[in-house]
């Protein structure tokens, strides 16, 4: 089998986390027990996890990264990567990165928030005087700054130039988090709704397996007065409809969905 190579966001462990069959079984569980992947995150994520402290998650992640199930990935790392791969250029490789996954979050936010990287010689400066401005910079952006976002950004593009391969990032419903995602090329997204496609299809979880994990997401939403889930419809147009929850989780299971890049689901054509 295909390794996969797959990376976690905050929100989503943190979503996930919270759909449960029971204390023991989450949905985050059976989802990193899929065959053929390979978990990965940024250390931003278990800092963010710890600061924000949502039932439990932080303990989740520390044991899954103890236990070997997820990677979990520091700046100093991804710059021994890079520098593996690139030599000196390492510097400026990852400040490139680091540009694009602020180009895809946001205009300018590089340029505006990343001013001693940007002063830099990248050619002269050592790893540890580059890791030291990048902190300060961070520092400087401040917590719920989203930084996790940025970090899994940078995380995600050396991932895809180490392995040459499609990177997956369990991430965010936001849809522009998703599309920011798309934009840097390559990685296909997968929310929570969508996770259970990708369980269906991946570890040949069924419709009776899936329910209570069903029932838990529906019942969450439901507080939330959230009562329909937006997917494209089959036309050309691939025009949004809002469609009732169950009827979407119905749907999945008859097939009648495919799953797009940026994680949405999208009726099939009728041929």
């Known amino acids: 089998m295909k390794e996969k190579y797959a990376l976690l966001d905050t929100d989503f462990i943190s979503k996930t986390h919270l759909v449960r069959k029971d204390d023991q079984d989450r949905l985050i569980d059976r989802i990193t027990k899929m065959p053929g992947y390979r978990f990965f995150c940024h250390e931003q994520i278990r800092t963010e996890l710890r600061r924000h402290n949502i039932a439990g ?3 989740w992640l520390d044991a899954k990264i103890s236990s070997g199930v997820v990677s979990c990935i520091t700046d100093s790392e991804i710059f021994d990567e ?3 791969i690139y030599a000196d ?3 400026a490789v990852y400040a490139n990165m680091l540009k694009n996954g602020c180009e895809a979050y946001r205009r300018a936010y590089f340029v505006d928030n990343f001013k001693r990287l940007q002063n830099l010689n990248y050619a002269e400066i050592s790893k540890d005087e580059f890791l030291e ?3 300060k910079d961070c520092d400087e952006i401040g917590a719920g700054n989203n930084l996790g ?11 895809a130039v180490k392995f040459g391969e499609q990177i997956y990032v369990f991430c965010s419903d936001d849809r522009n988090a998703r599309n920011g995602i798309v934009s840097l090329g390559g990685a296909r997204c997968i929310s929570v709704l969508s996770s259970f496609m990708r369980l269906s299809i991946d570890a040949h979880m069924t419709r009776e397996e899936a329910q209570p994990y069903i029932d838990s997401y529906l019942k969450d939403n439901l507080s939330k007065n959230q009562t329909t889930f937006r997917v494209y419809d089959a036309s050309k147009e691939m025009r949004f409809c809002k469609v009732p929850c169950e009827q979407v989780f119905d749907e999945i299971y008859a097939g009648k969905f495919e799953l797009l890049q940026n994680g949405n ?3 099939k054509s009728i041929k």
């Open 82 to 84: 890079l520098r593996d």
């Open 265 to 267: 689901l999208r009726y």
């Open 133 to 135: 401005e990048l902190s």
């Open 89 to 91: 250029s390492a510097a």
């Open 57 to 59: 998650s932080p303990n």
């Open 149 to 159: 976002e940025l970090k899994s950004y940078v995380l995600l593009q050396m991932l």
